[in-house]
């Protein structure tokens, strides 16, 4: 072939003069020399390009890119690579594990017993299972993978590591929950092999879902979705991966797993069933509850001598306040023979007898904290009743009674130190809570029983909180009028609460005061409404009603004759150390 | 050539070229086999030869029969034997062993009778206007220099394009080779390859990766037979990237 006149043009990198190369193109013969030298490597290549070959298409399953061309690429393990991806057919979004090791070259049986135990994990349905759409093999690359459902949340390790070790409560939850997760693959003969704070999804709650602004609804939502709901990864996946066909070899020496969560027959390569996974589950919590795994070691030899040893750190979750229950059922999960660990069912109880312990002791903290914070808000009057009644004319249904004023003071300071902040509880004061008697501030003498009814209401109330010791009702009848005692207990106000108060009147209506302080809404109100219900949402802001035109005036009155006091002035103007002055009107 | 895995054709490859100069200097071979390794050689290293007599001031043909003089005269005389791979590269050793072939005048009517024409048509592929202007500005030593660096580069280019033609994939080396060297992912117009090459960028993205390393890998080995050890590639690389700079 004639070639024609080369061209004489310029490389848009280096300016130099390019040249025909084979095939009749142009070509920087200097870049491409260039290309050659190590370090000089060319153009940055694609993050995905080094899990897998081929294009990013795997099946129906096509793998999201950025904004900026690169892969979306979820996260990074051992085993693989995990995608964001789109399932072409349905149009929805897809996590896309690309297993790092290739089948091809095997025989065929090998790929047909691979195929057969993949699909076997991934016919496990739960709720606390991520669910497994697809288990498949690429044939021109021989690349495994499977796609499964996209979970947006972060791993529990992500979380201990992000937010320091979860408390009792919580860990607990989660505990119930890959239980319950375990007692479901065992029911189909499998086994996860590779528990772990990394394969296991947390996803919170999220309160916007809850509609409208119902706070009864809201608040029962938020009760129930506290804790974020669990969802195991990659379950199954070793055990089809460890098949005799296709060792796997990690970074642990060749050890098969994770070893500082695996369990003492993992590293003895002796078979498994559940109780494995139990083991592995007990390291976990640990891990949850300290943020440290129980037997360290700098190999895995090192790992299962501490096993072996049987010696267990305690001192770790003694600092971390692990109940006493919940420590001995730690300590029964990570015993060195299988078989003197709980199954699934008789873990599922332990759990169940260990949340019931950890709920009565965070109660009663709660109950405290709320306390505390009640103080300023309790000695104003902020407490007004209205009865419902249908006969007596409105004229007096709509008078206002402020009732009284309570105070809960602070007595006898208990000796042992408040147990640590972990984020979610807040510091809690160790005293014994007094309830003042109440005030009858209204102009109308006929109400002044209702100062000694509501007294005894919430006396009875509290008492019925396990742990709360409150002071008996003789000891506090001297404070009664006793302005000072109540500026001295104010100073022990809680500075992280945000209380406020407040009123609704109105007629032929139950009238109640709600205070939103931490973690606890207090409310009063006529029987048969409880005095204290316990929520678990910190809501640090003030709810305010619609009120009549009428009711609005006494309100304004109402908040003048709350100015008057100075414990209000100190909530709203902070905590001066001289009273607010109190503007006149 | 024969269809085989490209790591162990590339080991072949490189033994090959050492095993070509032995096999065309070896009296027992019959005239066709070494003829034959005589081709190869002339193919491979002819043009820096060439382009240094032309610098030279030889015209055409007597440069065209110089250069295939001196690969007979190289392997006839065994001179390739003289290649001590511990004392020197093999670019330099051919252009000292061309320097004394040419003074060498005997040599040169015997040159005439051996070769054939193989040779002959490779050289009429070339472009002797833009080499002679070219060549006007630099030092003959130095046009040699550039024209090996060159010769390597396409040799690597058709590795790799023999490659992609056994794979079925030659079309897509068309339209990939001008960014085999591209240093920023923003230079290369995927979305007009794709158009033209009726492919999936994803595709593109994958493919030109791919053959952005095997080609790294081919240059580097090439190189990596014409110097004494692998520690010495990036020193001839940087060598060669000289000398077409200073071109």
New interface residues.
């Given amino acids: 072939m004639q070639?024609a006149?080369?061209e004489i043009s310029t490389c848009?990198?280096?300016c130099?003069a390019l040249?025909e190369?084979?095939?009749g193109?142009?070509?920087?013969?200097?870049?491409?020399?260039?290309?050659?030298?190590?370090g000089e490597?060319?153009?940055?290549?694609?993050s995905g390009?080094d899990a897998f070959?081929?294009?990013?298409?795997f099946g129906v399953y096509q793998i999201d890119r950025r904004d900026h061309?690169s892969l979306y690429k979820l996260g990074h393990g051992a085993m693989g690579t995990t995608y964001r991806a789109t399932d072409m057919s349905l149009q929805r979004k897809v996590a896309l594990k690309i297993i790092r090791l290739g089948i091809a070259g095997r025989s065929k049986e090998a790929r047909e017993r691979f195929l057969r135990e993949a699909r076997a994990a991934a016919a496990v349905r739960h709720e606390n299972i991520a669910t497994v759409f697809q288990f498949g093999i690429r044939e021109e690359t021989g690349q495994c993978f499977y796609a499964m459902e996209l979970i947006e949340g972060e791993t529990l390790e992500e979380r201990v590591r992000r937010a320091g070790p979860l408390d009792t409560r919580t860990t607990i939850v989660i505990a119930q929950q890959v239980t319950a997760a375990l007692a479901a693959a065992e029911k189909r003969g499998l086994i996860h092999r590779d528990l772990k704070p990394a394969n296991l999804m947390l996803v919170d709650s999220d309160e916007s879902q809850v509609v409208g602004r119902d706070r009864w609804a809201r608040r029962e939502w938020a009760a129930q979705h506290a804790v974020p709901a669990v969802k195991v990864i990659d379950f199954g996946l070793a055990k089809t991966l460890h098949a005799p066909i296709d060792p796997m070899r990690l970074t642990h020496d060749g050890f098969l797993g994770t070893p500082a969560f695996a369990s003492p027959e993992q590293f003895e390569n002796s078979a498994l069933d559940v109780r494995s996974d139990i083991y592995s589950l007990g390291v976990t919590l640990w891990f949850a509850l300290t943020g440290k795994t129980p037997f360290a070691g700098r190999s895995v030899q090192e790992i299962h001598r501490a096993q072996e040893s049987n010696v267990f750190p305690i001192g770790q979750l003694k600092s971390a306040r692990v109940p006493s229950r919940l420590r001995l059922l730690l300590k029964s999960m990570l015993a060195f023979e299988p078989a003197t660990r709980p199954g699934t069912h008789k873990l599922a109880a332990e759990l169940r007898r260990c949340a019931a312990q950890a709920t009565g002791a965070r109660r009663t903290r709660l109950v405290l904290a709320a306390v505390a914070t009640l103080i300023p808000v309790a000695s104003a009057s902020f407490v007004f009743y209205s009865l419902r009644t249908h006969s007596a004319p409105p004229s007096s249904v709509a008078t206002l009674i402020p009732v009284a004023s309570a105070s809960f003071v602070f007595h006898s300071p208990r000796t042992h130190s408040a147990p640590p902040s972990s984020g979610l509880n807040p510091a809690l004061p160790e005293k014994s809570p007094a309830v003042l008697p109440f005030e009858n501030l209204s102009s109308e003498p006929d109400s002044a029983f209702l100062a000694h009814v509501l007294h005894d209401d919430v006396l009875t109330k509290l008492a019925n909180i396990a742990d709360l010791k409150i002071i008996s009702r003789t000891s506090v009848m001297r404070y009664s009028d006793k302005e000072d005692v109540r500026e001295d207990a104010l100073a022990e106000r809680d500075p992280g609460a945000a209380a406020s108060a407040e009123n609704v009147f109105g007629d032929d209506t139950v009238h109640f005061n709600q205070i939103f302080i931490d973690s606890v809404v207090a409310r009063t109100a006529t029987t048969p409404a409880p005095f204290v219900e316990m929520d678990q949402k910190v809501i640090p802001t003030m709810k305010r009603y619609r009120a009549s035109p009428q009711i609005a005036q006494e309100r304004s009155q109402y908040k003048r004759i709350n100015r008057k006091r100075t414990l209000w002035d100190k909530l709203r103007y902070g905590w001066a150390k001289h009273p607010y002055r109190v503007k006149k009107k | 050539m024969l269809c085989r895995e490209a790591e162990s054709r590339d080991e072949l490859f490189v033994s090959t070229r050492w095993t070509m100069v032995l096999k065309a200097g070896d009296s027992a071979a019959t005239s066709v086999q070494a003829l034959s390794a005589l081709s190869e050689l002339c193919q491979i290293y002819w043009r820096p030869l060439y382009v240094f007599l032309r610098k030279k001031g030889y015209g055409r043909e007597d440069a065209q029969d110089l250069t295939q003089g001196f690969f007979a005269h190289l392997i006839e005389n065994r001179r390739y034997a003289y290649a001590d791979r511990e004392k020197g590269r093999f670019r330099a050793f051919l252009l000292v062993a061309l320097k004394n072939f040419i003074a060498d005048a005997r040599d040169r009517e015997h040159a005439l009778k051996r070769g054939g024409g193989m040779i002959l048509e490779k050289l009429d592929?070339m472009?002797d206007a833009?080499i002679a202007q070219r060549a006007a500005k630099w030092q003959a030593d130095e046009v040699y220099d550039r024209e090996w660096?060159?010769s390597?580069?396409?040799q690597?280019?058709?590795r790799l394009?023999q490659e992609c033609a056994l794979a079925g994939k030659r079309e897509l080396?068309?339209y990939v080779?001008?960014y085999?060297?591209?240093?920023?992912?923003s230079?290369?117009l995927y979305e007009e390859m794709a158009r033209r090459s009726h492919r999936?960028v994803?595709?593109l993205?994958?493919e030109l990766?791919r053959l952005?390393r095997r080609?790294?890998a081919i240059?580097?080995e090439e190189?990596r037979g014409t110097v004494r050890e692998a520690a010495e590639?990036?020193e001839e690389?940087?060598y060669?990237?000289h000398a077409?700079?200073a071109a």
């Fill in positions: 070639p006149a080369a848009p990198n280096c130099g040249e190369t084979s095939g193109r142009l070509a920087c013969m200097a870049c491409l020399l260039r290309a050659g030298i190590s490597d060319d153009v940055p290549r694609d390009l070959e081929g294009d990013e298409h061309e | 592929d472009t833009r660096a060159t390597l580069v396409r690597a280019l058709d394009a080396f068309d080779v001008p085999l060297a591209a240093p920023q992912e230079a290369i999936a994803a595709t993205r994958y990766a952005r080609y790294r240059l580097r190189v590639v990036d690389l940087r060669l990237c077409l700079a």
